[in-house]
């Protein structure tokens, strides 16, 4: 397995495997691995000859006062984590090489941003769809991989990867828990212990709403106010959101419909945690 910290590496080594006649898989992440990040890359392993691991906290899809600096980082541990799962290549750019002097264009998407985490975190999807374009032109890739857990992310790059054109086929990967429930996420690791069994109310609600639809439950009002109810039994726990919407557009939805999203983000104390079901 290879590091490549320069998009001019990246470039060569791709087009050599392109060369050969090899597919290629990208599974783009912010590092800090766990066996969320691990499901992707296996299944990109499974479906490609190449597989490229792009490891980079990306400045632009932080707003002011988020955790940017805080993010947890170990290059190290991430590198032995990709070798052992059969990825051939990291790239790990510095901001300064994705982001050169004077940049000023983005990828900007309206409707599927105003919503959900796009209402708490004005920036974020444009800078989440400017660094995958950019990944996209840098990788080349056939198939790039992207986890349920960040639904609302996967649901805008489908859409852009649509709307743009880009000849790149979107693979979503279902959410990955620990053993008791709770989404395996880098930011778990800033939870204090309490945190860390209240933050357990998110799949909790997660599981209540799924029950509900289960039942036969066709008023989503109905869902998200019992799973927010839930929600406000744990004092640690402030709701940001709790919401049923519709699957591919991302718009509030009154009921039940498929493809339908129940997206939440719940702080446990400072920690702005996320889960979601599908139907
Ligand atoms: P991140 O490093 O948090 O930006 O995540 C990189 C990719 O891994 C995104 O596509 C996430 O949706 C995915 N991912 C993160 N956590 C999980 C999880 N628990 N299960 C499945 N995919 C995940």
Redesign the pocket.
Same mark, same amino acid.
């Given at each position: 397995m290879q590091i490549a910290t320069t998009i001019e590496e990246v470039r060569t080594l791709v087009k050599s495997w392109k060369k050969e006649g090899c597919t290629v898989g990208l599974?783009?992440?912010?590092?800090? *691995?766990?066996?969320?990040?691990g499901? *992707?890359i296996s299944r990109a392993r499974e479906e490609n000859d190449k597989v490229v691991v792009s490891i980079f906290v990306n400045p632009m899809q932080f707003g002011p006062g988020e955790d940017l600096d805080s993010y947890p980082r170990d290059l190290e541990k991430d590198s032995a984590y990709c070798e052992s799962l059969g990825a051939d290549l990291i790239f790990h750019p510095e901001p300064s090489e994705m982001y050169t002097e004077g940049f000023c264009s983005y990828v900007d998407m309206s409707v599927l941003t105003e919503e959900l985490c796009g209402l708490s975190r004005p920036v974020h999807f444009r800078g989440v769809c400017t660094v995958v374009n950019k990944l996209f032109n840098i990788v080349a890739p056939d198939r790039a991989?992207?986890?349920?857990?960040?639904a609302q992310? *996967?649901a805008v790059i489908r859409r852009m990867v649509e709307d743009l054109n880009m000849d790149i086929q979107i693979v979503g990967?279902?959410?990955?828990?620990e053993e008791d429930g709770l989404?395996?996420?880098?930011?778990n690791t800033y939870l204090s212990a309490e945190e860390r069994q209240a933050a357990l109310v998110l799949s909790c609600a997660v599981t209540c709403g799924q029950e509900l639809v289960a039942a036969g439950e066709t008023d989503a009002k109905k869902i998200v106010a019992q799973m927010k109810a839930l929600i406000e039994q744990e004092p640690m726990a402030r709701i940001d959101y709790v919401k049923a919407v519709d699957g591919l557009t991302m718009q509030q939805i009154d009921t039940v419909k498929k493809p339908m999203l129940v997206a939440l983000a719940v702080y446990i104390g400072k920690t702005r945690l996320i889960d979601n079901f599908i139907v």
């Amino acid at each position: 397995m290879q590091i490549a910290t320069t998009i001019e590496e990246v470039r060569t080594l791709v087009k050599s495997w392109k060369k050969e006649g090899c597919t290629v898989g990208l599974v783009p992440t912010m590092g800090y *691995l766990h066996e969320g990040h691990g499901s *992707l890359i296996s299944r990109a392993r499974e479906e490609n000859d190449k597989v490229v691991v792009s490891i980079f906290v990306n400045p632009m899809q932080f707003g002011p006062g988020e955790d940017l600096d805080s993010y947890p980082r170990d290059l190290e541990k991430d590198s032995a984590y990709c070798e052992s799962l059969g990825a051939d290549l990291i790239f790990h750019p510095e901001p300064s090489e994705m982001y050169t002097e004077g940049f000023c264009s983005y990828v900007d998407m309206s409707v599927l941003t105003e919503e959900l985490c796009g209402l708490s975190r004005p920036v974020h999807f444009r800078g989440v769809c400017t660094v995958v374009n950019k990944l996209f032109n840098i990788v080349a890739p056939d198939r790039a991989y992207f986890g349920q857990k960040d639904a609302q992310q *996967l649901a805008v790059i489908r859409r852009m990867v649509e709307d743009l054109n880009m000849d790149i086929q979107i693979v979503g990967c279902p959410i990955v828990r620990e053993e008791d429930g709770l989404a395996k996420s880098s930011r778990n690791t800033y939870l204090s212990a309490e945190e860390r069994q209240a933050a357990l109310v998110l799949s909790c609600a997660v599981t209540c709403g799924q029950e509900l639809v289960a039942a036969g439950e066709t008023d989503a009002k109905k869902i998200v106010a019992q799973m927010k109810a839930l929600i406000e039994q744990e004092p640690m726990a402030r709701i940001d959101y709790v919401k049923a919407v519709d699957g591919l557009t991302m718009q509030q939805i009154d009921t039940v419909k498929k493809p339908m999203l129940v997206a939440l983000a719940v702080y446990i104390g400072k920690t702005r945690l996320i889960d979601n079901f599908i139907v």
